[in-house]
């Protein structure tokens, strides 16, 4: 299984920057999709970013050119870097991770969700 902690949320003025980190541990032999998702007051959980095990990345619309997302195998983290925030980048961000496990001559193919961090965007 796999636990996900993240760190980095706060508050934070219109234009400013702040970096979100997620660190995984646990038992797991590779980690497939690694990102990022939030949701803000009233609404769904929406994907903000992520990356599968070949590199690629992807992010949604409206972050696009502000946001950037990088993850370490090594170091099983992935960060998001948010640059140029605006208020409705206000939300509780989850980092996520879909992962393979061998147990018991089976592999497995589960999910974890991080607790939640929460970002506030205001002056």
């Known amino acids: 299984q796999v636990h996900l902690v993240e760190s980095g949320g706060g508050l934070v003025q219109p234009g400013g920057s702040l970096g979100l980190s997620c660190a995984a541990s646990?038992?797991?032999?590779?980690?497939?999709?690694f990102g990022w998702y939030r949701q803000a007051p009233g609404k769904p959980r929406e994907l903000v970013a992520d990356?599968?095990?070949?590199?690629?990345?992807n992010s949604a619309d409206s972050v696009k050119g502000r946001f950037t997302i990088s993850r370490d195998n090594d170091k099983n983290t992935v960060t998001l870097q948010m640059n140029n925030m605006r208020p409705e980048d206000t939300a509780v961000y989850y980092c996520?991770?879909?992962?393979?496990?061998?147990?018991?001559?089976?592999?497995?193919?589960?999910?974890?969700w991080g607790q939640g961090t929460l970002v506030t965007v205001s002056s």
């Open positions: 646990g038992k797991f032999l590779s980690i497939g999709e």
């Open positions: 996520y991770a879909d992962y393979q496990d061998y147990d018991g001559g089976v592999y497995k193919y589960l999910e974890s």
């Open positions: 990356t599968t095990s070949d590199g690629s990345t």
